[in-house]
């Protein structure tokens, strides 16, 4: 019923930047919080930056400073914007968006986004 879709992955030079975008579609009454995780091999999925409906935020110790998450609203879609992209932030990143549905109201719903690959190189 709900479909994330991530893009804005790539490659680039340490120091770069890489604006991610993951929209939300499908039967959708309202969405409230958005977050951004990624993803090592042989690692846990951690988080990176969250953002409540009301727009406030918060991040990952290592991204503050160098990502901004933020949120259009119109389009159910959530940004990430890195700079100052270092070797380590090599990861595939994900979207999570938690979803009221327009059958189930009283419900929130968890949905993930299939990824979005990015590589830094040093």
């Known amino acids: 019923q709900v479909h994330v879709v991530e893009s804005g992955g790539g490659l680039v030079q340490a120091g770069g930047s890489l604006r991610l975008s993951c929209a939300a579609s499908?039967?959708?009454?309202?969405?409230?919080?958005m977050d951004w995780y990624r993803q090592t091999p042989g690692k846990q999925r951690e988080l990176v930056a969250h953002?409540?409906?009301?727009?406030?935020?918060n991040y990952a110790d290592s991204m503050k400073g160098r990502f901004t998450i933020s949120r259009d609203n119109a389009k159910n879609t959530v940004y990430l914007q890195m700079n100052s992209l270092k070797p380590e932030d090599t990861a595939v990143y994900y979207c999570?968006?938690?979803?009221?549905?327009?059958?189930?109201?009283?419900?929130?719903?968890?949905?993930w986004g299939q990824g979005t690959q990015v590589t830094v190189s040093s």
């Open positions: 999570n968006v938690r979803v009221v549905i327009t059958t189930a109201l009283r419900t929130e719903f968890s949905y």
């Open positions: 499908g039967s959708i009454f309202s969405i409230n919080d």
């Open positions: 953002i409540t409906s009301g727009g406030s935020t």
